[in-house]
């Protein structure tokens, strides 16, 4: 079952990617799985790691990992996951499936975001 990412932010001025992460996941709602792996607190606000798998969670199958997040004023690595990440959702919904020609797997990402 999807949980809510990000749910320690306070504000308004939260990051756009915990919220991009956020329409991913009620999306994806039924096929991905997400949990808080920690929190990281950055003068006075707090901000989730959190995990979302994607597909089988079987420890036996094979597993793909997908890490990214922002550093300072770099995104890339968080843009990276977020599109991989609704790539799988959209086609998930879509008329191909994951895993349709690889068989069987398990995806993971982990989103981080440290503000400078």
Same mark, same amino acid.
């Given at each position: 079952?999807a949980?809510?990412?990000?749910?320690?932010r306070?504000?308004?001025?939260?990051?756009?990617?915990?919220?991009? $992460?956020?329409?991913?996941?009620?999306?994806?709602?039924?096929? =991905?799985?997400?949990?808080?792996?920690?929190?990281?607190?950055?003068?006075?606000?707090?901000?989730?790691?959190?995990?979302v798998?994607?597909?089988?969670?079987?420890?036996? $199958?094979p597993?793909?990992?997908?890490?990214?997040?922002?550093?300072?004023?770099?995104?890339i690595?968080?843009?990276v996951?977020?599109?991989? =990440?609704?790539? $799988?959702?959209?086609?998930?919904h879509?008329?191909?499936?994951?895993?349709?020609?690889?068989?069987p797997?398990?995806?993971s990402?982990?989103?981080?975001?440290?503000p400078?």
């Amino acid at each position: 079952m999807a949980a809510a990412v990000g749910s320690h932010r306070e504000e308004p001025g939260g990051l756009p990617e915990l919220d991009e $992460l956020q329409q991913i996941v009620e999306a994806g709602a039924g096929h =991905l799985s997400c949990r808080r792996l920690c929190d990281i607190t950055v003068e006075d606000r707090i901000f989730g790691v959190d995990a979302v798998c994607f597909g089988n969670p079987d420890p036996s $199958l094979p597993a793909v990992g997908i890490f990214g997040g922002v550093h300072g004023l770099e995104r890339i690595g968080s843009e990276v996951v977020l599109a991989c =990440l609704s790539s $799988l959702v959209a086609r998930r919904h879509g008329r191909h499936r994951v895993g349709q020609a690889t068989g069987p797997a398990k995806w993971s990402a982990a989103c981080s975001s440290t503000p400078a």
